[in-house]
């Protein structure tokens, strides 16, 4: 039994992508990984499933609280998932929630985090919800959100997108390595191997470029034609919608551009997405 290491971002940030490729980087196929069997070696911390473990009939029913208070209970059996370190997908805020850590510090060894472009994020958003774009964006701004239940999840304490990555981002801490998907995207070999790094590995130069060419979108979205994916919202139509950088550019009005930079400019700014209140 180890401890968890938290895969984590805002929703439609790159945690997937991420997944996909610790998954072939570690288990090295000659195939791509299936991106169904990814939760094989990279659970989820909100999957119901595990509450019923824990002795939760039905989850669904419990109150964002309830499920805060069994949050430590549910991250100390995810530790038995395997023998050594767990890796563990999060949209939740570095917060506590309800007098609870939302990460239970104990039973951690470290998290990767990422954060994309906000801008981009409202994007995907939109289209994984099957909301509208305003919509989104107001979901985004607003503070200690939290997901819903449902019978196959439950709820998750997000926060605002400034919320989120502030909580994961705003102190530089040994444990925590952060990434912009930005960077996975123009320089996927030094920024994979940056997260290998991060995680004691050095794999050969071949390997890694292998895991990050299995990884790709393109594979990630054929894969989903073919056989669909688990996670994906019953609403969208897909879950790999573009994985493009500055697609914003191409739909966002004016308006809702200046209302996003309203809203996030302070951790906008710091991670080079605006500068003073102007989109880079």
């Not at 989850?59 to 609280?65: A, G, H």
């Amino acid at each position: 039994m180890g401890k968890l290491i938290w895969v984590a971002s805002y929703p439609k940030s790159g945690n997937t992508w991420l997944r996909v490729f610790i998954n072939n980087l570690l288990r090295n196929p000659d195939q791509p990984i299936d991106i169904n069997n990814i939760a094989l070696l990279t659970i989820v911390d909100s999957l119901a499933e595990w509450y019923r473990r824990v002795g939760v009939p039905d989850p669904q029913k419990l109150s964002f609280e309830e499920v805060a208070k069994l949050r430590p209970k549910v991250h100390r059996l995810l530790t038995t998932h395997q023998p050594d370190n767990v890796f563990v997908k999060t949209h939740s805020a570095l917060m506590t929630d309800f007098g609870v850590p939302a990460i239970t510090p104990e039973v951690t060894a470290g998290a990767v985090y990422v954060v994309r472009n906000p801008l981009d994020v409202v994007l995907s958003y939109s289209h994984h919800l099957a909301k509208p774009i305003d919509v989104v964006i107001e979901h985004m701004a607003t503070k200690n959100v939290h997901t819903g239940n449902s019978r196959d999840w439950v709820a998750e304490a997000q926060g605002s997108w400034t919320d989120n990555v502030e909580s994961w981002t705003a102190k530089k801490q040994k444990g925590i390595h952060v990434l912009r998907y930005e960077d996975m995207t123009a320089e996927p070999v030094k920024s994979f191997k940056g997260v290998a790094r991060f995680l004691g590995l050095d794999p050969p130069r071949a390997r890694l470029e292998k895991a990050i060419c299995m990884s790709s979108f393109k594979v990630l979205q054929d894969q989903e034609r073919r056989h669909g994916f688990v996670e994906k919202h019953p609403e969208a139509p897909t879950f790999f919608r573009a994985g493009k950088v500055g697609q914003w550019r191409e739909v966002l009005t004016p308006e809702q551009v200046a209302r996003i930079i309203t809203d996030h400019h302070v951790q906008m700014e710091r991670f080079g997405y605006c500068r003073n209140g102007t989109p880079t």
